[in-house]
C-alpha cells in the first residue's frame, strides 16, 4: 500500500540535528499499513542515539553489519531485536556517515484498521510499540519517506514547548555518563502540565 499524502516528513525532515528531529518527531503522526489494515498512532515518547562517541549509540562500537544503516541517509528506519524477542524502532537522523538515531518509545493509536477510536490508546515502551504496530526485522533499513508500509506525516498540531519534558534515557546504565544526558523527550498531556 502506498499512500501520496503530501503531509509525509520528508529526508529533510530527518537530515537536522538529532535533538531537534527527536523534540519536533513529538506530536506528529505514525502510520504503519499492513495485511491487517492502517494504523495511525500520534509519538508522544522519544529517545536520541548520536554519533559514534555516544557510549548508549550501538555505532560506539564501530560501524558494524548491524549497525551500517546508522551511517546511511537520514530518513532510514533501524529495526533491532533485544533479549531475543522484543523488536525496536528507530529513525536515523543526520548526515551520511555520522551514525544518528531516534527511538520511538512510546505512542497513542489514535486510528485501528480504518476505524478512529473513541479513545486514544496508549503504548508505553519500544517493545510494546513494535508489537502493536506488527513491525520486526523485515523494517529494517526502510525508507520512512516514501509512504510505503510505515512512514510519519505532520497533521499540523503545534506544540508548545512547556509540553516536552527532558529526561534521561532509559536502560543504559552501561554508558556511563551517557546515561544521565536528557535525551528522552516526552510529551505530556495539556492535563499533566498544571
Known sequence: MHSSSPNILPQSFYDRPTLKVAKELLGKYLLRTSADGRIVAKIVDVEAYIGPEDKACHASKGRTKRTEVLFGPPGQTYVYLIYGMYYLLNFVTERLDFPAAILIRGIEIVEQRGEPLAHPLHIDGPGRVCRHL???????????????SIWVEDRGERLRANRITALPRIGVDYAGEWAKKPWRFCLRSPAQQE
Open 134 to 148: 506488527n513491525i520486526d526485522k523485515a523494517l529494517n533499513c526502510v525508507d520512512v519517506t516514501i509512504g510505503q
